[in-house]
């Protein structure tokens, strides 16, 4: 599987899937969770981030979300963007079938 | 084709009722998620990068146009309208949610589908030709020995928690279709000089990180012993099949560390006991039972010639290529098989709309006896086409985008979901298809480049078959940028052959450009009348080496 994360990412957030529908949401500042990276809660270094997934374990036990785990971003002008190939489609939704789904919606990630 | 009776329907709808529990307790929080996903699993429900993902078993590919509408109606109304055709000739849903599965399930029940063991370590969907009961030089309908595996396989206690998955091919000609020698288990239909059918049984293939060629074990096993044999094959593999170590425990691995030799000694073994007290004996009644379902459909007698279409070729130079490329030759005069490409120029290998579905459903209905097959190298067949009614044919299709005129051809590619919707892959394929696909998109500079496969696959589990492309290209993940890896000289058919690498990988910006420089290479070396796969053969990898990193 490709690698969610690096060792020494500065920026990192935390992502699940919804255990209702799958759907790719994103754990927030109040333990809460959003379909949008944009409202994700970024953690700066290590300790913040492990702080931070240790937030959503609460949300895995009363059956919220499935499989939470931290991955890298960087902070930029235009908002949150996820480090790797792998998490930018799970954010923005495949990049074939640009026609529908979330793709269609951020059609601007893809570029 | 085969129907249901009342045992088959009852056992799945039974599992959906039992699912449906499984499911209300997960969401409930009764069951944990390491308790629920070996259930969902059983039942074809994945979790993948964006949704859940659901499996169909299509057993051997076959379909009534009914359950295609089916399929179909399932796309629009739990999906977001269309579905993904495997290369085990099933079909995947991309984004049903876990509150409506077991709804779907119970909607495709009634057209006695199901997804059941199309995940988990046991015995999974039989795969076959799908040229069954058309194909010329057939000694018997694959399908046949097919549905008696699946009745047998399907819930079968002993092999319900193999060391890993199982896989079994089926073929009933000479000419391979559908793998059978990168299989788990391939099973040869052969005749002996008595005209008796029996089985030729191949063990130890297979594709993932490891890929192997199956070694044949069993040169005549008869008809009413091959469940007794297949037994015997499993009970070894259960019981040296390694479990310690996921990448070691397919029966390949197991094949490979004991040999051949002592493989076919350990299972004609087993074979004996088994006999002695008081093997599974397949009752020929039963066969034919199942027979009947496969009889040949009521052909017309028809001249083998078609004037209608003979005059339709000459008129329509897209319906003359068309039929140069997606037709093959049927075993009953005045008809042929059409084979529908899924391989649109620029499309996603596999995927198929919900009114592309209805569409081909209303089209095998009126034209190929209500039915269809689903292809290993995702595409569609209708088996049973008038040679009058082709033209025809190509019209409905095309009306649909179905018509695409590239079976066998570098446009065909097949091509696994890759990083765009797969959790364990690596880099993405179907862009890298598309492509591929775009850059050959002349239809006249693809027939002058002749019969050429390439497989794409996302990641090391080879989904999309790459070992065994004529052109295989591997993506692969570097430090978080994707890289394709290719392998030249694979082959899935007769003369089955793992690709060899190449050498370097190269970006997703260099590797359309590296595909044209092997086929331009091919072009310049080959003799008359070879096909890619025979110049490979005749040159070996040197000549493509050299002019791929030439200007490295």
């Not at chain 1, 969610?4 to 109040?30: E, M």
């Not at chain 2, 030709?129 to 206690?157: C, L, M, N």
């Not at chain 2, 052969?190 to 069993?218: F, S, W």
Request: proline share 4%.
């Amino acid at each position: 599987m490709a690698q969610h994360t690096r060792k020494g990412a500065q920026f990192q957030a935390v992502t699940a899937n919804r255990l209702s529908d799958g759907i790719v949401v994103y754990l927030t500042a109040d333990a809460g969770w959003s379909e949008s990276l944009q409202d994700a809660a970024v953690a700066e270094g290590k300790e913040a981030a492990e702080a931070l997934l240790a937030k959503a374990a609460p949300t895995v036990e009363n059956n919220t979300v499935v499989e939470p785990y931290l991955f890298e971003v960087a902070r930029e002008e235009s908002g949150i963007r996820a480090a790797s190939v792998r998490e930018t489609i799970r954010q923005a939704g495949p990049t074939v079938r640009l026609d529908l789904g979330k793709q269609a919606e951020l059609s601007g990630v893809h570029g | 084709m085969y129907r249901y009776d009342e045992f088959d329907q009852q056992i799945v709808n039974e599992r959906v009722a039992q699912f449906r529990g499984q499911v209300a307790r997960r969401l409930s929080g009764e069951l944990t998620e390491d308790e629920f996903k070996p259930l969902r699993l059983m039942n074809g429900v994945y979790l993948q990068l964006h949704a859940y993902m659901l499996r169909v078993a299509i057993p051997y590919g076959t379909l009534s146009s009914r359950q295609l509408r089916m399929l179909a109606h399932l796309g629009r109304k739990y999906d977001r309208g269309y579905g993904h055709f495997t290369t085990r000739q099933n079909l995947q849903y991309n984004w049903p949610a876990l509150k409506d599965m077991p709804d779907l399930l119970a909607e495709l029940a009634t057209v006695e589908m199901h997804a059941i063991q199309t995940s988990g370590n046991c015995i999974r969907n039989v795969t076959s030709d799908q040229y069954a009961g058309a194909a010329k030089a057939e000694i018997e309908d694959p399908r046949i020995i097919s549905e008696v595996i699946r009745q047998w396989s399907t819930f079968h206690p002993e092999f319900s928690f193999l060391p890993r998955k199982f896989k079994i091919a089926v073929s009933g000609t000479p000419d391979d279709r559908a793998a059978i020698r990168v299989h788990d288990i391939g099973i040869q239909i052969v005749q002996d000089a008595k005209g008796n059918v029996g089985y030729e049984v191949y063990v130890g293939g297979g594709l993932g990180r490891t890929p192997m060629i199956g070694k044949k074990i069993g040169d005549f096993v008869p008809k009413e012993d091959l469940l007794a044999y297949l037994e015997a094959v499993m009970r070894v593999y259960n019981m040296y099949g390694r479990r310690d170590n996921i990448y070691k425990a397919r029966i390949k691995i197991l094949v490979h560390e004991i040999g051949a030799e002592e493989m076919k000694r350990q299972v004609e073994a087993e074979f004996a006991a088994l006999k002695k007290e008081g093997a599974l004996h397949l009752p020929l009644e039963e066969v034919a039972r199942i027979e009947a379902y496969f009889r040949p459909p009521a052909f017309e007698e028809l001249p083998n010639e078609s004037t209608e279409l003979n005059k339709a070729v000459l008129a329509d130079s897209g319906f003359a290529n068309w039929v140069k490329s997606n037709i093959a030759e049927h075993k009953v005069p005045g008809y042929a098989i059409v084979n529908i490409s899924l391989k649109p120029i620029g499309g996603t290998p596999g995927d198929c709309s919900s009114d592309q579905m209805d569409a081909v459903a209303d089209i095998a209905e009126k034209y190929s006896f209500d039915e269809l097959r689903v292809t290993h190298e995702q595409n569609l067949t209708l088996a049973h086409v008038r040679k009058k009614d082709l033209h025809a044919v190509y019209e409905a299709l095309k009306k649909h985008d179905l018509a695409t005129a590239n079976i066998n051809l570098i446009t065909d590619q097949i091509a696994c979901p890759g990083l765009d919707y797969c959790a364990l892959a690596n880099a993405r394929s179907i862009p890298i298809a598309q492509r591929i696909s775009e850059r050959f998109a002349d239809i006249a500079r693809q027939h002058e480049i002749g019969e050429l496969k390439i497989n794409n696959s996302g990641c090391i589990n080879a989904c999309g078959h790459h070992h065994v492309g004529h052109i295989g290209i591997l993506g692969v993940d570097k430090k978080g940028v994707e890289y394709y890896q290719v392998t030249l000289g694979g082959a899935a058919d007769e003369k089955t052959a793992i690709g060899e690498i190449v050498g370097p990988a190269f970006t997703e910006g260099e590797i359309v450009d590296a595909i044209e420089k092997i086929v331009n290479t091919y072009l310049g070396t080959r003799q008359d009348g070879e096909r890619f796969i025979d110049t490979y053969r005749r040159v070996g990898i040197e000549p493509f080496k050299e002019n791929l990193y030439a200007a490295h």
